[in-house]
């Protein structure tokens, strides 16, 4: 048998108060007010309350990599504009954490930065050269106690 939920109780003051931090919360940070999808750039344009753009491609959004642009064009708002939803693609991204540049997971910043730092380029393989004629990446010293 299990036990009963414990009721949770708030007096008509902590209410309040709770309101007015909620309410000082929404005026103090940037709030999505509106959410489209760009195909001719392939990014996800977010407008702010504050009158700034955020602009990010779709393919670094988790769950948005494969999606159809009709998928991308249905968005939703929530909870004050602070979550943007892709109900459909089960993708859900909080704004303070866009504006951080956090698109996912741990696992999937993960994987992005792996697939960035793969990247070649004619400017990262001339300072491979640069460093390697120096002697390359120095060695590890061991520490010592």
């Given at each position: 048998?299990?036990?009963?939920?414990?009721?949770?109780?708030?007096?008509?003051?902590?209410?309040?108060?709770?309101?007015?931090?909620?309410?000082?919360?929404?005026?103090k940070y940037p709030r999505a007010t509106s959410v489209r999808y760009l195909p001719s750039r392939d990014v996800i344009v977010i407008e702010m309350?504050?009158?700034?753009?955020?602009?990010?491609?779709?393919?670094?959004?988790?769950?948005?990599?494969?999606?159809?642009?009709?998928?991308?064009?249905?968005?939703?708002?929530?909870?004050?504009?602070?979550?943007?939803?892709?109900?459909?693609?089960?993708?859900?991204?909080?704004?303070?954490?866009?504006?951080?540049?956090?698109?996912?997971?741990p696992r999937w910043m993960s994987a992005l930065a792996s697939r960035a730092g793969r990247v070649k380029s004619a400017a990262k393989t001339k300072?491979?050269?640069?460093?390697?004629?120096?002697?390359?990446?120095?060695?590890?010293?061991?520490?010592?106690?």
């Open positions: 048998m299990t036990k009963p939920a414990k009721k949770f109780t708030m007096t008509e003051e902590e209410f309040e108060a709770a309101a007015r931090r909620g309410e000082e919360y929404l005026k309350n504050n009158g700034a753009t955020l602009s990010i491609p779709r393919k670094l959004m988790q769950g948005l990599e494969a999606a159809t642009p009709a998928q991308l064009r249905r968005s939703e708002i929530w909870a004050s504009g602070t979550i943007l939803s892709w109900e459909e693609l089960d993708a859900d991204f909080k704004m303070e954490l866009l504006l951080e540049g956090i698109f996912g997971s300072a491979a050269r640069i460093n390697g004629a120096k002697g390359g990446r120095p060695r590890k010293q061991a520490v010592r106690r």
